[in-house]
């Protein structure tokens, strides 16, 4: 499968967010270098990640990525603008998913919950454990606002509710609802592939009886006691009437995807329908929460 690199220069002060843009315009995997060629990869659970004053924040695309797209979005947020340096390279084949693979660890979130690759063994069997196999979709528990949601689902009782995962990626928070008592979950995204990799993950876990997926233009009509939205701030600035109507009167909500800078217009947006609970952060990206006043 042929694929693209787009390298941004970095220092040890921006390597991780730059990472993290890359990520939300859709790279499938972000690695680091320094001027040796060094490469970072994913730290075990605990251990911090060090890098070098030089890096080279590279992330993968697949060849049919609209890279313009990605270009112009990392315009849009760089502090050069338009003058942003980066390059752009054709790769050849390899077993990309393989290298990958063996650099994703089991994480720990919160008390009880653990999400672990399918192809390696949970660290605590009793422990209320998620075996996920991303496959093409996003979310793997590795970036900031999918820890957020993930933390945000372990510290409640969710004991016989329903609930929301809207834009659901991989699965994974839909699987750690289920896992921690939900009693049934209804996923919504725009992409098939992630909804296809949804599927495999729940029956994977044991899971999919409790599971409904839809695409936005099929997404039922319902009241749901917990609804989390792990998009971007754009998204939920647009859809706010939308993933709102989802909420029961009580209900609660957690909404993601969000830096700090796009923070307090969202939390006075959601303000309007939710009592809203001070601002989680982790790496300049934020987790808004609260409860939908009746």
């Known amino acids: ?138 979310g793997t528990g590795t970036h900031p606002t999918t820890a957020l949601c993930l933390t945000w689902l372990d510290s409640l009782d969710l004991s016989g509710k329903t609930v929301v995962d809207f834009g659901c990626g991989s699965g994974i928070l839909s699987l750690a609802a289920l896992k921690l008592g939900a009693e049934k979950v209804i996923g919504i995204d725009i992409d098939p592939q992630a909804l296809q990799a949804s599927l495999e993950n729940a029956k994977r876990n044991g899971v999919e009886d409790r599971l409904e997926l839809f695409l936005p233009k099929d997404q039922p009509t319902l009241k749901a006691d917990v609804v989390v939205a792990n998009i971007l701030a754009g998204p939920l600035r647009e859809l706010a009437p939308t993933i709102i109507e989802f909420v029961a009167d009580n209900g609660l909500l957690a909404l993601s995807g969000v830096l700090e800078n796009q923070a307090n217009d969202l939390q006075n947006l959601y303000g309007q329908w939710c009592n809203m609970s001070p601002i989680a952060v982790q790496d300049e990206w934020v987790r808004l929460s609260g409860q939908k006043r009746p």
């Open 1 to 138: 499968m042929p694929w693209i690199q787009l390298r941004l220069s970095a220092n040890e002060e921006t390597a991780e967010k730059y990472s993290d843009w890359l990520m939300a315009c859709g790279a499938q995997a972000v690695t680091f270098i320094d001027a040796k060629d060094t490469p970072i990869y994913e730290p075990l659970p605990g251990d911090e990640i060090t890098y070098w004053s030089n890096t080279v924040v590279m992330g993968l695309y697949d060849a049919s990525h609209d890279m313009d797209k990605a270009i112009s979005y990392l315009q849009g947020i760089h502090p050069e603008g338009k003058n942003l340096k980066y390059k752009l390279e054709q790769l050849e084949d390899k077993d990309w998913e393989r290298e990958w693979m063996d650099n994703f660890h089991p994480m720990k979130f919160g008390e009880r919950l653990w999400i672990c690759p399918s192809w390696r063994e949970a660290p605590e069997p009793n422990a209320v454990n998620v075996m996920l196999d991303p496959g093409l979709a996003f």
